[in-house]
């Protein structure tokens, strides 16, 4: 989709020095791509209480790997 805005440019700037990318096309799409992971990660406070470990269950030997 062909769209006109009118972007900041220090903020341009400062995402392409965080960015590998070097057209704006890709660094838009980048921006949109991680602005969707970062909506559809799930809030870790709602998982509050929701989680029962098995009884006897050693967290700490999986860490040994």
Avoid: C, P
């Avoid at 400062?14 to 809030?43: G, H, M, N, P």
């Amino acid at each position: 989709m062909r769209t006109n805005i009118d972007i900041n440019d220090d903020l341009l700037e400062e995402a392409f020095s965080l960015s590998r990318v070097r057209t704006k096309k890709d660094l838009i799409d980048e921006a949109l791509r991680e602005y969707i992971r970062l909506k559809k990660r799930k809030d870790l406070t709602e998982l509050a209480g929701s989680i029962q470990f098995r009884r006897g269950y050693d967290h700490k030997k999986s860490r040994k790997l």
